[in-house]
Structures are given as C-alpha cells and as structure tokens.
C-alpha cells in the first residue's frame, strides 16, 4: 500500500509536553496538507506545503506548532507545551498538484492529559 | 464563520434508496467542490467532485448536483448499500487550493 502514512496512529501526553508527529505522503507528490479534526468537526485547514516549501499557514495554527518538509517528502508536525485544547485528530493529506484531490492518512490521534 | 455548512449532522436510509446528503456554502468565489467519505479510525477518501462549469456529475451510483445561485450542492447515492455508512464531508476548494470542508453528515444506510 503505498497511500499517505502517519504515525504514529495515537499519542497521549501530558500537558505542557512536546510532541511531534511524522507524515510520508505518496511518493511524487508534491504538495502536503496538515489538518486537524475535533469532534463533531469537519477536518480544519492548519498548513500545506509545495515541495519543501511552506506557503501558508492557518492563523489555528499558533506559535506552538510548527511543520517543517525537509527535503521535499515527508513532514513533522510539532506542538510544543502542548494544551489540552489540542487533543483532536491530525491529519495529512497529499496531493500531485494544486488540481489533484487530496488523499488523506489515517491520522494521529492525540489526547493531552 | 463557517463558510461550508451541512445542516444535516445524521441521515438514516434503508437499503435500495437513494440519500441525498446537502451542503450550503456562502463564498461565491468557489468554483471546484469535492466529496469525502469518513469511516472511522480512517482518514478522509476523496469520492467524486464537480467544477462550476457544471451542474452534474456522475460516476456510478454516486452523482453531484451544483446550483450555483443557490450556493447549493448535493449529493446522491442509489441504490445505498450498507456498506455506503459513513460521515460525508462536502469541501470546496479555496482559492488558495486548500479543502474547506463542513461538518459531516453521518449516513446510516439499514439493511
């Protein structure tokens, strides 16, 4: 299966930990996509990035978080001093182009005690 | 704001039926509209889309309808299966290429 991975699949931290996740898109993708999803929610835009670079970003995503895509293919997400606000779901999406659908992970659930 | 709404938060059908899941989105600048199917512990799968030059799409038993005027799309399933249960996100497409998706409909199709 050579679909959008994430991991890792849950993560449970205490508040005021950091934690970082990892994305691998599908290979010759070009562009990455993170979101997040709270209950109930539908999934909300955080950043996205063409190739290694990141061209924009969502004013959710606040100075805690950061995502970086290094060389182009896979991608961190990191929240620093996390709140237990951020516990949801994150996902990440790939896509060929601007044009392409979006094919999501299965995301990393995560849960700030 | 939400730009994106879907005022059904849960849709029951029984199987055989066609469901018709809606969506309302308020910024006329939205041209490209895309639906994702959400089974649980998964992440979104994209299931059919449809650009504003148009006003129906169809790909199988799964067809999308745009009113323009009306910012007003929807989407049909028939026959629904069982296994066609699961949330379904309508997402616009910005104009900065990123997914505006709504709230979900939850769809419940009986056996």
């Known amino acids: 299966d050579t679909g959008v991975s994430q991991n890792p699949r849950h993560k449970i931290t205490k508040r005021g930990q950091n934690v970082t996740f990892r994305c691998d898109p599908i290979s010759e993708h070009n562009r990455l996509y993170w979101y997040r999803q709270t209950l109930g929610q539908g999934p909300e835009f955080l950043t996205y990035f063409q190739n290694e670079a990141q061209l924009e970003k969502s004013r959710l995503l606040s100075d805690r978080f950061s995502a970086e895509r290094p060389k182009g293919s896979f991608s961190t997400l990191e929240i620093q001093r996390t709140e237990q606000g951020d516990s949801a779901m994150y996902l990440c999406?790939?896509?060929?182009?601007?044009?392409?659908?979006?094919?999501f992970g299965n995301g990393t659930r995560l849960t700030v005690t | 704001d939400q730009q994106v709404k879907q005022n059904s938060p849960s849709l029951s059908v029984q199987e055989g039926r066609i469901s018709i899941l809606n969506c309302d989105y308020t910024n006329s600048m939205f041209d490209y509209f895309l639906w994702y199917k959400k089974y649980p512990a998964e992440g979104p799968t994209f299931l059919i889309s449809i650009s504003s030059i148009k006003d129906k799409n169809e790909d199988g038993r799964f067809t999308v309808f745009l009113n323009k005027s009306a910012k007003h799309l929807s989407l049909h399933i028939v026959p629904s299966q069982p296994g066609d249960s699961a949330v379904y996100f309508c997402?616009?497409?910005?104009?900065?290429?990123?997914?505006?998706f709504g709230t979900g409909t939850l769809l419940a199709v009986q056996p």
């Open positions: 999406a790939s896509s060929l182009n601007g044009d392409s659908p979006l094919h």
């Open positions: 997402a616009p497409l910005s104009a900065t290429n990123k997914l505006i």
